[in-house]
């Protein structure tokens, strides 16, 4: 079982970056990892996955360009980078990961693949 710890959320203004960080507790080579989000009064949506190996991901529509996934396995972290920020992105950002399945290349893109789930971390973009 693994535990998933995300940071760096925070406040900023429109037009900013972040970068999120989502920490695992065991080694996420094991793990197809995803970032999802819910924004205040909306379902929980997702924003994009990454394969095992770090090679495929993908994204939502309407997170294609703005936002990127990446992993470092040696660190057991995923990132999610997060540029041009704007307030209709205010939301707890979810790093989830999925034990499903073992091939490396494998990305998932709806929610119930993932069965290990972060606490989230909130990001408030402000105009």
């Known amino acids: 079982q693994v535990q998933l710890v995300e940071s760096g959320g925070g406040l900023v203004q429109a037009g900013a970056s972040l970068r999120l960080s989502c920490a695992a507790s065991?080694?996420?080579?094991?793990?197809?990892m995803g970032w999802f989000r819910r924004a205040p009064g909306k379902e929980r949506e997702f924003v994009g996955g990454?394969?095992?190996?770090?090679?495929?991901?993908y994204y939502a529509d309407s997170m294609k360009g703005r936002f990127t996934i990446s992993r470092d396995n040696a660190k057991n972290t995923v990132y999610l980078q997060i540029n041009s920020l704007k307030p209709e992105d205010t939301a707890d950002y979810y790093c989830?990961?999925?034990?499903?399945?073992?091939?490396?290349?494998?990305?998932?893109?709806?929610?119930?693949?993932?069965?290990?789930w972060g606490q989230g971390t909130q990001v408030t973009v402000s105009s």
């Open positions: 065991g080694r996420t080579t094991s793990y197809v």
């Open positions: 990454i394969s095992r190996s770090g090679v495929n991901t």
């Open positions: 989830a990961a999925s034990d499903l399945g073992t091939h490396s290349g494998t990305v998932y893109y709806t929610q119930s693949p993932y069965n290990y």
